[in-house]
Every structure is written in C-alpha cells, then in structure tokens.
C-alpha cells in the first residue's frame, strides 16, 4: 500500500530565517505531488505542484520554493521567512486514479 | 473560478441526531468532488469521490450525494467519533481548472453524547 512521510511535524523559526520541509511517498511511482498550506479558519490553497522530477508548478507567488530531486520526493523551501509563512503545511499525492491523497502535516510558527 | 462554500461552518449535533452539511460548487468541468475528514492537528483523511450528478457513495454513517450544483454529507446516527471538520473539494477538467483541487473552508461537526 501507498504511504506519505512528512517532516518535521512541528517547527519554530524567527523570521529571516531558512525552511526546508520534506515529504516522501511509498509505494507508487511517478506520482503527481502537491504542497498546500491550511491557515486557519480558511480552506487548503494549493502552493506547488509537480507531475515529474525537476518538474514544478507554482500557483501562489511568494518567497517559497519547491522541488522534486527524486521521483518520490518533494521539498517546500524558503530562504527567508516572513511571519505570513506560519501555518499548516500538507505534502499530499496522487495516483493514476485522481484522489489525492494528505500527510499528517508540518506546523509551521514563524516568531 | 472554481468556487466551492460548504454550510454550515460548524454544527453541533447530539449523539443519534442525524444531519447533513452542504458543499455548493462551480467549476469549469467536473472532474470529481472529493470528501474529506480532518481531525485536528492531522492531514485530511480521504473518504469519497463522486464524478456525476446522481451518484451516492456510502461509507458507515456516512453518505454523499452529488447534483450539478452542490453535494450533500449525510451523518446518519452520529457518534462522538464522527467529530471532526469534513471538507469538500472540487476538481475541475477544463483549462487552468484541470486536475487541481479547489476546497471549501470546512464544517467543523461535533457530536455529543
């Protein structure tokens, strides 16, 4: 069966500082892999998207990157962050099939 | 745009008290509407995917329905379990829509005994 790894959990870093935010998927190949961010109170919004290594679509212009060095690997990044970026992160997949499928998520607090 | 409201933003059931909570949507092509249950703190966790107008799909107390404009989830007999914000996404077939998730906020449901 398919699993998604998503770390760390939690993180508190001062703003300014750098982010790497990691997520893996096992038991699938090629998946589609997505980055959301859930603030609170509103809905999931799609940050990047990728069908493909080295292959990055960015929906949200901001100071956040994402890349996909790996077929099953995806890293949300910034080099400075802004007290906006704090949040829920979601690293999620999909399939042949179009369901996309959540990690447990990475809290994110930028003091 | 795709737009997807869910109603009520939070409901507050008795154990047994059957509801529904309402997903309405416009999307430029449907592609399938998706079923979420997020427990706090937690990623949402799959439970449905309707692809046409008409469709059911049923899964312990709950059942969603589709018609061309909105989604019903139907929480027969809730549990203090069922407790949980339940999301809706759409996902749209045409142009910029194509294969993206759009969600609504939620309805944050809680079941007492």
């Known amino acids: 069966s398919q699993t998604i790894h998503q770390w760390p959990a939690t993180l508190v870093q001062p703003v300014g500082s750098p982010l790497s935010l990691e997520c893996t998927v096992e038991?699938?190949?090629?998946?589609?892999l997505y980055w959301y961010r859930q603030a609170a109170g509103r809905g999931l919004q799609l940050l990047f998207y990728?069908?493909?290594?080295?292959?990055i679509s960015s929906e949200v212009p901001q100071n956040l990157s994402a890349s996909r060095p790996q077929d099953r690997q995806f890293i949300l990044s910034s080099k400075k962050l802004l007290l906006s970026d704090s949040g829920f992160y979601l690293c999620?997949?999909?399939?042949?099939?179009?369901?996309?499928?959540f990690g447990e998520g990475s809290w994110l607090t930028v003091v | 745009e795709d737009q997807v409201t869910q109603s009520p933003e939070a409901l507050r059931l008795q154990e047994g008290e059957s509801s529904s909570l309402n997903c309405s949507y416009t999307?430029?092509?449907?592609?399938?509407l998706f079923w979420y249950r997020q427990d706090p703190g937690k990623g949402p966790e799959f439970l449905f995917t309707?692809?046409?107008a008409g469709e059911e799909k049923e899964k312990e107390r709950l059942k969603a329905t589709l018609t061309k404009k909105e989604s019903f989830l139907h929480i027969t007999a809730p549990k203090p379990e069922d407790s949980a914000t339940y999301l809706c996404?759409?996902?749209?077939?045409?142009?910029?829509?194509?294969?993206?998730?759009?969600f609504g906020a939620g309805t944050q449901v809680v079941v007492t005994p």
């Open positions: 996404a759409v996902q749209g077939g045409r142009g910029d829509s194509w294969g993206k998730l759009q």
């Open positions: 309707l692809y046409s």
């Open positions: 038991g699938t190949s090629n998946p589609n």
């Open positions: 999307v430029s092509g449907l592609r399938g």
């Open positions: 990728s069908v493909g290594i080295g292959q």
């Open positions: 999620a997949w999909s399939g042949g099939r179009n369901t996309i499928y």
